[in-house]
């Protein structure tokens, strides 16, 4: 019998990052290493952490995750788009239609309001011709 697990997306400029969370004690696994590993920075390690801070659920999912493309900083937007998306998936199957109430608080409108659930669509603007990068012209000469 497999284990039930929840899926989410993330994407960040080129980054794609594929999150599957699973019941378990807080254990994070990015392209098979363990998060201290992959990242070595600490900002990206706590920007991949900040879905299960806000929602208080740091120690209750195993994670699984593969991330391909753009830099570090890029990996780890993804990644944290990705697990509030999971996030938000595990709540949808757990709680019924009918329990939902006005006063409950819930993970979807938690991860909202910090922000989290929001994609970032800033890309690199490609190159023009006749340009030295995507804006910059030549230097004006005067003479």
Do not use: W
Not at 52 to 81: C, W, Y
Request: positive net charge; glycine residues 10%; aromatic residues 6%.
């Amino acid at each position: 019998m497999t284990k039930k697990h929840y899926y989410g997306t993330g994407r960040r400029k080129t980054s794609i990052a594929r999150v599957f969370l699973y019941r378990g004690n807080g254990k994070i696994t990015v392209n098979c290493l363990p998060l201290e590993e992959y990242f070595g920075r600490e900002t990206s390690r706590m920007i991949t952490r900040q879905p299960f801070e806000v929602t208080n659920m740091l120690g209750k999912f195993d994670s699984q995750i593969t991330v391909r493309g753009g830099g570090d900083s890029s990996q780890a937007g993804a990644i944290r788009l990705g697990i509030a998306r999971a996030l938000v998936d595990y709540e949808k199957q757990t709680t019924a239609k009918s329990d939902t109430t006005e006063e409950t608080v819930t993970l979807h409108k938690l991860l909202r309001t910090s922000g989290l659930l929001t994609r970032d669509a800033r890309k690199v603007e490609r190159k023009k011709v006749g340009r030295h990068k995507a804006r910059r012209g030549t230097q004006y000469s005067k003479r």
